[in-house]
């Protein structure tokens, strides 16, 4: 049973259209991860958080936003969608303590027309 | 420095044979090596994970070798099933800071009945 749930699981939006993809957690973790991954597989870490109010970029550039005013609800925004941004996000987070792995959702796979 | 590079990009086996995939990491500051597992579809799930202080880890019938001197680390699947057909990543990091993965591009394993 997973505990971090991605809505939603499809998406098939037109261009210029505002996005959010939710990602919520039951967990009570911290640290909270926005990963884009391309057919190809790779993934690309686009956003992270490690806790209330805390939000920065990762490795891979983004045209998407994040917001984190709960710790269990970390949702991700495109202002405006470009076919460019067609691809699968998956949401992830990470508990303290000695527990190192992450937990990953089920994904939202996006398609921008 | 930051990189993770995997190979085989694919692997076809008969059922029964061991498939191994290989990781080699840069950056000898890393202390978390985890393989993660994604059936399509689906988000990574944690599979297994070793720290640098020990050599090999087993959990059922999937091993992690570790080579802290040349920096590599590699999963083996004994007895591999149908069942384990997924595309399988490893990832660093480092477990102080600011913890974050460095996943590598990838292994899609196909396993034939």
């Given at each position: 049973e997973a505990d971090i749930y991605q809505t939603p699981r499809y998406l098939v939006i037109g261009t210029?259209?505002?996005?959010?993809?939710?990602?919520?957690?039951?967990?009570?973790?911290?640290?909270?991860?926005?990963?884009?991954?391309?057919?190809?597989?790779?993934?690309?870490?686009?956003?992270?958080?490690?806790?209330?109010?805390?939000?920065?970029?990762?490795?891979?550039?983004?045209?998407?936003?994040?917001?984190?005013?709960?710790?269990e609800h970390f949702p991700l925004t495109l202002e405006s969608a470009r076919p460019s941004h067609t691809s699968q996000y998956l949401c992830a987070s990470r508990g303290t303590g000695l527990n190192y792995g992450y937990t990953f959702g089920s994904g939202t796979r996006l398609t921008v027309v | 420095q930051q990189q993770v590079k995997q190979s085989p990009?694919?692997?076809?086996?008969?059922?029964?044979?061991?498939?191994?995939?290989?990781?080699?990491?840069?950056?000898?500051?890393?202390?978390?090596?985890?393989?993660?597992?994604?059936?399509?579809?689906?988000?990574?799930?944690?599979?297994?994970?070793?720290?640098?202080?020990?050599?090999?880890?087993?959990?059922?019938?999937?091993?992690?070798?570790?080579?802290?001197?040349?920096?590599q680390f590699s999963l083996h699947i004994m007895d591999s099933q149908p069942g384990d057909s997924a595309t399988y990543f490893c990832a660093a990091a480092l477990t102080s800071g600011t913890y974050k993965y460095i996943f590598g591009t990838g292994t899609r394993l196909k396993v034939l009945a």
């Open positions: 210029g259209k505002k996005i959010t993809l939710e990602c919520s957690q039951t967990m009570g973790h911290d640290k909270m991860y926005w990963y884009q991954q391309d057919p190809g597989m790779e993934l690309h870490l686009i956003h992270y958080s490690y806790g209330v109010n805390s939000t920065e970029k990762g490795d891979l550039s983004s045209e998407s936003t994040v917001s984190r005013i709960r710790t | 990009q694919s692997l076809i086996v008969q059922k029964g044979g061991i498939p191994i995939i290989n990781c080699a990491y840069e950056n000898t500051a890393f202390d978390y090596f985890p393989w993660y597992q994604q059936f399509p579809g689906k988000g990574p799930a944690l599979l297994i994970a070793i720290r640098p202080d020990v050599s090999e880890k087993k959990e059922g019938r999937f091993t992690i070798s570790f080579n802290k001197s040349a920096k």
